[in-house]
């Protein structure tokens, strides 16, 4: 064996090894860095709506609600009236819906859920948004679960855990993908409204 066979073999060696450990070293800097972002927080507290005007939509939808039902009004005008009283929801739900858009690095599929939410889902992020950032002095466990009942997403207690959670780019996607699957009526919204703030004794 000449001396050039003898140093190709440790330098072949040490050759191989570094193709092997590069890239999953770049591998685990990659999935860090993701790690990173999707923890990263959203906070949308500029966007949410005063908790004053949330209460008197959510007594406001309640009353119509309540009254159109004893007045045997149809389902249809009750829904039209709900949507013109919501609508403040509704807008703040697409300003969020847009900043979101816009602050998230969201994967084809999830930006055409996201933007094709309805004017309802809308609302709905809204009133999600508005419940886990508004107020600070809320019990962290109690939003979770009055969020839940008044979505009727039983899904949210085991896909995400708290509201540090729900206020992470993770949660927010996971949320997004839940409300993207939910289809209620105006009706349903006005009542996921005033059950949260109830389940919660704020209105």
């Not at 009727?152 to 729900?166: P, R, S």
């Amino acid at each position: 064996m000449n001396l050039l066979q003898k140093l190709r073999k440790p330098y072949l060696s040490i050759l191989l090894a570094a193709l092997v450990i590069t890239p999953t070293l770049t591998s685990c800097s990659i999935d860090n860095d993701e790690s990173k972002i999707e923890n990263q927080t959203v906070d949308m507290s500029k966007h949410l709506i005063d908790f004053d005007e949330l209460k008197v939509m959510a007594e406001n939808v309640k009353s119509i609600y309540l009254n159109n039902k004893l007045s045997r009004v149809s389902e249809d005008v009750t829904e039209q009236q709900i949507k013109i009283a919501l609508k403040p929801l509704t807008d703040n739900g697409m300003e969020i819906r847009n900043e979101l858009i816009n602050t998230i690095d969201f994967t084809d599929e999830e930006l055409n859920e996201v933007s094709n939410l309805d004017d309802k889902q809308l609302a709905e992020l809204s009133l999600a948004f508005n419940s886990i950032q508004g107020k600070a002095d809320w019990s962290t466990q109690d939003v979770v679960n009055c969020l839940g009942v008044a979505l009727g997403l039983n899904e949210i207690w085991g896909l995400i855990d708290n509201t540090a959670q729900l206020a992470t780019v993770q949660g927010t996607k996971k949320l997004l993908k839940l409300l993207a699957k939910r289809y209620l009526g105006w009706i349903g919204v006005a009542i996921a409204a005033y059950t949260f703030g109830d389940c919660m004794d704020a209105w």
